[in-house]
């Protein structure tokens, strides 16, 4: 099912009412912006939270920050286009976040520490490290799989064997521990 919202006050009801399994929201909308409407709907105190992507223009750091502290499963810029897109609704339907990767890349600069920590690489196999440098240079599982001959359901097992043995919960873990230590370092 499909449903479409004129305003951020119809889509707030039409979630509730329809439930569905993935809702897109803008940051601008008349009534409630799409961030109210993703704390309303998937916020720390929604006890049925639904899965909110949030997609738009604006790639300003507090609105990312509010969004995913608010219970978003993705924040795309609108230029990202329809494959990511679909890819964000489905790591959404998995449980997983999508962002944008130019917003990821950038946000993981910003948490760099000048000094990294050491990094017991030897949990990771030589291809896991290689999906690891792949992830934090902000690829995409279709760009993983392309650049390494893999298909993307394997670069997807990759990620999921990687979360595990780093102990993160996705692929920006992933990203933030494979800057945090060295093992790739971003291009400045």
Same mark, same amino acid.
């Given at each position: 099912?499909?449903?479409?919202?004129?305003?951020?006050?119809?889509?707030?009801? !039409?979630? &509730?009412? /329809? =439930?569905?399994?993935?809702?897109?929201?803008?940051?601008?909308?008349?009534?409630?912006?799409?961030?109210? @409407?993703?704390?309303?709907?998937?916020?720390?105190?929604?006890?049925?939270?639904? &899965?909110?992507?949030?997609?738009?223009? *604006?790639?300003?750091?507090?609105?990312?920050?509010?969004?995913?502290?608010? %219970?978003?499963? %993705?924040?795309?810029?609108?230029?990202?286009?329809? =494959? @990511?897109?679909?890819?964000?609704?489905?790591?959404?339907?998995?449980?997983?976040? /999508?962002?944008?990767? !130019?917003?990821? #890349? &950038?946000?993981?600069?910003?948490?760099?520490?000048?000094?990294?920590?050491?990094?017991? =690489?030897?949990?990771?196999?030589?291809?896991?490290?290689? #999906? #690891?440098?792949?992830?934090? !240079?902000?690829?995409?599982?279709?760009?993983?799989?392309?650049?390494? *001959?893999?298909?993307?359901?394997?670069?997807?097992?990759?990620?999921?064997?990687? !979360?595990?043995? /780093?102990?993160?919960?996705?692929?920006?873990?992933?990203?933030?521990?494979?800057?945090?230590?060295?093992?790739?370092?971003?291009?400045?």
């Amino acid at each position: 099912m499909v449903a479409e919202a004129a305003d951020g006050n119809s889509a707030l009801s !039409q979630a &509730r009412a /329809l =439930t569905p399994d993935v809702v897109l929201a803008d940051i601008r909308m008349p009534g409630i912006d799409g961030l109210e @409407l993703t704390r309303r709907l998937a916020g720390p105190e929604v006890a049925d939270k639904l &899965r909110v992507v949030v997609v738009t223009t *604006f790639d300003l750091d507090e609105y990312v920050y509010s969004a995913l502290r608010d %219970g978003a499963c %993705g924040y795309l810029l609108k230029r990202s286009g329809p =494959t @990511l897109l679909v890819e964000a609704i489905r790591a959404a339907m998995t449980g997983d976040t /999508l962002i944008s990767p !130019q917003i990821t #890349v &950038r946000l993981l600069r910003e948490m760099m520490r000048p000094e990294p920590k050491s990094a017991d =690489t030897s949990v990771l196999s030589e291809r896991e490290l290689e #999906v #690891v440098a792949l992830v934090a !240079q902000g690829l995409t599982n279709a760009e993983i799989a392309e650049k390494l *001959f893999i298909s993307a359901g394997t670069a997807k097992n990759h990620l999921a064997n990687v !979360q595990a043995k /780093l102990g993160v919960g996705n692929r920006v873990g992933i990203a933030a521990w494979a800057w945090e230590t060295g093992v790739h370092r971003p291009h400045r």
